[in-house]
């Protein structure tokens, strides 16, 4: 009963609370964190649109005015004008000075008055945003707040406040569903702690509280729709009914506020648009009668001046126009006259008077240029007519000014030039046919050489010298192809005899000549290759002969292990290795070269420069010649249909090459499995780079009928002890192994009976448990029934055997852990709880922001993950809905959050020099055409999982797979594994010559995506190479699935 009264108390005490802080708050600029609607003041509204404010005041304008330079304003002209001119031009430019000042000192004007409201807006924002309370505010908000607003310009401004208040909005809102929740949680409260006794009066007040809360939605809705209003009509059309008296006096207030707001804006806007209407009217007017005529209504008294100064001075521009008219007409006049006139005799008929000084200037000027224009076309004319040399000479040239008389002078001077030049050509004509005809017909190239090309003009001479060339082109041609088909043959000639040679002596024997270049330099590489593998043969046969000579003891194998066994058929299921009759197969776990080397009983070495032999026997499977993997294995095998000729085979072992360069990587492990028929042998050991070619195994092969026979036994016996021991029934009946078998079918058989012992173990277990199974079953159903530690321990069940003992033992345990379990069902509850809650706000997000505000706070990593794929699956929603700038927008904001948490976590050391692999880049770069300049950055790695290189221009563009370019020059040429199409793979990005721009650059490695299927690996290595202006650095990385993203280093070009 007690504890009733204290709910019921705690609930009217919220209810008292809310009621309280709504009425406590009315009216005043601030609010606690903990009111549910905020009160407003003047300066906490944004009206959108320019609105011209008051045009009295000084103050400092926030924008500059544009000074435009026009052609008028010039300090010095190139002619001399007259005083009425000048006053005239000086009238012009004072009106549109004026004008144009007056337009920039209204824009000054508004812009000042709306600046000191935007400045007033956002420092009543900042308060309202802390008056609503600190507790949501991010450290990036909280570093806005603390920015002041003066000195910014009007565009500044009107970003700030919108950034304010949808700051605002997002911490009002977020108050607000604090107070939800408070208030819920306290109605949760009553109902539990309500008795049967007392239902009614518990669920009197609960609806109580439930109504509050419905009331304070609504208010809040109302209260929404008068802030986002635009327009007096919207808020008269709002209906403010179904609230209690003490909601709708803090409405009507939020009300009237904004609607007298809104109402003055309407009419500032009237003002305006009547204020252009008629400074329009002003100068689209041409009668002064109709200016006078005008009133000005609609405006405030100082627009109303300035539509008065306007007015006179559009009438002063009038009356000067007027008085120009007629000068102007007949200028317009003679200038048609002047301009329309055909020839020099018309234009001296044409008169000039009744215009002004200037004017009449000018027309003489145009009279004086117009004449002389007219008798050079008609002398040009006269000239181009001329058809004898003497009829030029005779003409006199006159009337036109020095530059038209010397192009006169020129022109007839060439067509004089071209009246000589025509009698020329006719005789150069028939002698460059002939030279047609005779060129033509010439087969020998001594001949064609020694032809004189005379009296042709240049052209002519020109086009048969190219006739002359051509015809020496093709007997050119003729005669390089009989080259080249002698030097085709002489090139396969020499290429068979290279090939076909035995020893290295014979292929240094041969003599490259009779080929091009081309030719030669591929006969050499080919010699080259040849040598090689002949010189490599011949010094592994010696080296395999000395091995063979310094044998005193035959290596003896040891016996087959497990391990062994089961690493051996690992890596041959992998490396998908080939089997036969005879296999020899060697192992090791580390990235040196080691060779397998077979001599066989024919005096054949197989090795990797000579992979089969006449036998049959073949190397199917080499490593390492270059680093290639750790798990590495060599494979020499007679395959089916190739029976190993009978007699001693001898097994080498060589050391080539250690690739890493530490020490401890030697000496080698090394393993060697021989299967011989049926028979296994095994052969330990170890190698180091630098010990000589070494025998590990000499295998003693019988010929194929007696080896066939060896391999029908061991699969007759190793299946009639497989059956014996399927039948047996007990351990003691289980067979013998046969000393006969193999060591690995011994080990193989041993291993299957001992498994089969245990289960039969197993089957008589389960026999005595049922024996005792009432006595059993009771004991389970009092131990399935304990609910407490002391029930469980009261248990008594050793009088039973030692079988059912242990079976009691484990489900004594198991119910053990459920009763402790069952103390923490109340933690895990409430962890359930919070894991709901966290769900519900990922569903209820509305916006990416919102979704992305969200923490995971006390939970642990699997539901952590689970919520995580929860937000994944609502941000596609979302990013569906919205458009894709802002869809980018939030990537790239994602994006660069990730790059930031990598940089956070450190970067890279870079590898000492003797650690650098330059070739292996150099030749992958090369193979996949990549590109390089002044800076490159290249990445490579050794599977088939995508990985990507992430750089971070110093224009803080990021260069990746899906924006591969950059503006300043970086571009990403490669690009790998997508699909995970190599094993070795590499990526890289490059800024050509002069093109890396200066500052510093981010590098990053992603672990994209892993396509190992089969086989995974925990930890993938790769290796990033730097190469800045000269500089050289490497980095070596481990990425896993836990460490997708990391940043390698930074560097700066200067």
């Known amino acids: 009963m007690m504890e009733q009264t204290i709910g019921w108390i705690v609930v009217s005490l919220v209810a008292a609370v809310l009621v309280w802080q709504a009425s406590t708050h009315l009216g005043t600029k601030k609010r606690t964190g903990s009111s ?109 707040l603390s920015l002041s607003v003066d000195g910014l310009t009007l ?114 806007r009237g003002e305006v648009e009547k204020f252009e209407q008629w400074s329009n009217l002003i100068l689209d007017c041409e009668d002064q009668d109709e200016l006078k005529a005008m009133v000005f209504t609609g405006v405030n ?92 000479d005779a003409m006199q040239i006159e009337g036109v000014n020095e530059v038209q008389r010397e192009e006169l002078l020129e022109l007839r001077m060439k067509c004089r030039n071209e009246l000589i030049e025509l009698a020329r050509q006719k005789k150069f004509e028939e002698q460059y046919n002939r030279y047609l005809g005779l060129l033509s017909g010439i087969d020998d190239i001594d001949e064609l050489l020694d032809i004189g090309l005379e009296n042709v003009n240049a052209e002519q001479r020109q086009e048969l010298e190219n006739i002359r060339l051509e015809r020496l082109d093709y007997l050119e041609e003729l005669e390089r192809q009989r080259i080249e088909r002698e030097q085709a043959a002489r090139f396969e000639e020499l290429r068979k005899e290279i090939e076909g040679a035995k020893t290295s002596a014979e292929v240094e024997a041969v003599v490259i000549d009779g080929v091009n270049e081309d030719q030669q330099e591929e006969l050499e590489r080919i010699q080259a290759q040849v040598l090689e593998i002949l010189l490599e043969d011949e010094q592994v046969n010696e080296y395999v002969e000395k091995a063979i000579k310094k044998v005193k003891k035959e290596p003896v194998d040891v016996d087959f292990n497990i391990e062994a066994e089961s690493k051996f058929r690992t890596r041959v299921k992998t490396l998908q290795a080939a089997d036969g009759a ?123 009928s007696t080896l066939r026979t060896r391999m029908e036994e061991e699969a007759r016996l190793y299946k009639q002890l497989r059956e014996q021991m399927k039948a047996a ?26 498994k089969a012992v245990e289960l039969l173990k197993e089957k008589a277990r389960k026999r005595a448990l049922a024996k005792q199974k009432a006595e059993y079953e009771k004991i389970m159903r ?42 923490k069902r109340a933690e895990l509850q409430a962890e359930r709880e919070k894991i709901q809650n966290y769900k519900t706000k990922i569903s209820n997000a509305k916006s990416l922001t919102e979704l992305s505000s969200i923490v995971f706070k006390d939970i ?19 990013q569906k809905e919205l458009n894709p700038e802002e869809v980018e927008k939030d990537k790239q904001m994602r994006l660069h959050k990730a790059l930031n948490g990598a940089y956070k976590r450190g970067g890279l050391q870079p590898l000492p020099q003797d650690e650098w692999k330059n070739d292996l880049f150099d030749e992958r770069l090369s193979e996949s055409g990549a590109k390089g300049g002044d800076v490159q950055i290249s990445l490579l790695w050794e599977n ?56 510093t650059y981010y590098v990053y490695v992603h672990f994209y995506k892993e396509h190992q299927k089969f086989r995974k690996v925990d930890i993938s290595d790769c290796r990033i190479r730097i190469l800045a202006k000269g500089a050289h650095s490497e980095y070596e990385a481990q990425m896993s699935l836990a460490n997708q993203l990391q940043f390698v280093t930074k560097f700066k070009v200067e």
């Not at 819920?184 to 009614?200: G, P, V």
Request: with cysteine; proline share 3%.
């Open 36 to 144: 549910i609607i905020r009160a407003l003041a003047m300066d906490d509204i944004d009206v959108d649109g320019g609105v011209i404010g008051p045009r009295g005041g000084e103050g400092s304008s926030f924008i500059v005015p544009r000074v435009d330079y026009e052609q008028d304003m010039v300090p010095f002209q190139t002619e001399v004008q007259s005083e009425a001119n000048q006053d005239e031009a000086q009238k012009e430019q004072v009106i549109d000075q004026i004008e144009r000042l007056k337009g920039a000192a209204m824009e000054r004007h508004s812009i000042r008055e709306r600046s000191v409201e935007k400045i007033l807006e956002c420092n009543s924002l900042i308060e309202m945003i802390r008056g609503v309370g600190e507790k949501h505010i991010t450290e990036t908000e909280q570093e806005l």
């Open 155 to 268: 565009v500044e401004l009107d970003d700030r406040h919108a950034i304010l208040l949808k700051i605002y909005n997002r911490l009002y809102q977020l108050s607000f569903e604090d107070e939800i929740q408070r208030v819920r949680r306290r109605e949760m409260e009553a109902m539990s702690e309500k008795e049967l006794q007392e239902m009614q009066e518990a669920d009197k007040q609960i609806g109580e509280l439930s109504s509050e809360l419905e009331i304070l939605r609504r208010e809040e809705q109302l209260y929404r729709e008068i802030q986002a209003a635009q327009t007096t009509a919207y808020l008269e059309n709002l209906d403010m009914s179904g609230l209690s008296e003490e909601a709708e006096e803090r409405l009507q207030s939020h009300y009237d506020f904004y609607y007298s707001r809104l109402k003055e804006f309407e009419r500032q």
């Open 301 to 392: 008294t100082k627009m109303k001046a300035e539509l008065e100064e306007r007015r006179e001075k559009r009438m002063s521009v009038l009356e000067l126009r007027i008085k120009h008219l007629k000068e102007e007409a007949r200028t317009e006049e003679l200038r048609l006259l002047i301009d329309s006139a055909k020839s020099s005799k018309e234009l001296d008929s044409i008169t000039i008077d009744g215009v002004n000084p200037i004017q009449e200037k000018e027309l003489v000027e145009m009279f004086t240029i117009a004449r002389e224009n007219l008798v050079y076309a008609e002398l040009r004319v006269e000239i181009l007519d001329c058809e004898y040399v003497l009829e030029l």
């Open 582 to 704: 005879l296999r020899f197969s060697l192992i090791w776990d580390n990235m040196n070269d080691l060779d397998l080397i077979i001599k066989t009983p024919a005096g054949d070495v197989v090795h990797r420069g000579k992979r089969r032999s006449s036998c049959g026997g073949k190397l199917d499977l080499e490593m390492n010649a270059k680093p290639q993997m750790k798990a590495a294995m060599e494979n020499v095998v007679w395959p089916a249909g190739k029976a190993p000729p009978a007699g001693k085979y001898y097994a080498c072992i060589w050391h080539r090459n250690r690739h890493r360069g530490i020490r401890k990587s030697d000496p080698t492990d090394y393993t060697l499995r021989v299967k011989m028929g049926a028979d296994y042998y095994l052969y330990n050991g170890q190698a180091s780079y630098g010990d000589k070619l070494e025998v590990i195994a000499i295998i003693d092969v019988p010929d194929a």
């Open 729 to 754: 029934k007990k351990p003691s009946e289980m067979p013998e192994i046969d000393v006969n078998l193999s060591s690995l079918h011994q080990i193989m058989l041993k291993r299957n009976i001992e």
């Open 782 to 823: 009092v131990i399935e029934n304990s609910r407490s530690l002391d029930e469980l321990s009261a248990v008594r069940y050793a009088h039973l055997n030692d079988d059912v003992v242990n079976v009691i033992d484990k489900a004594v345990a198991k119910r053990k852990k459920q009763i402790e379990s069952g103390l």
């Open 860 to 878: 642990d990593k699997r539901h952590a993950d689970t919520l995580q794929r929860m937000r994944i699956a609502r941000r596609k929603v979302l």
């Open 944 to 999: 088939k999982n995508d990985f990507n290189i992430l750089v971070v221009t110093p224009t803080q563009e990021i260069i990746h797979p899906r924006n591969p370019k950059s503006s300043d020059g970086g571009v990403q040429d490669v690009e790998m594994n997508q699909k995970g199409e190599s094993k070795t793979p590499v990526e890289n990005v490059y800024w050509g010559g002069g093109k890396a721009p200066k500052g």
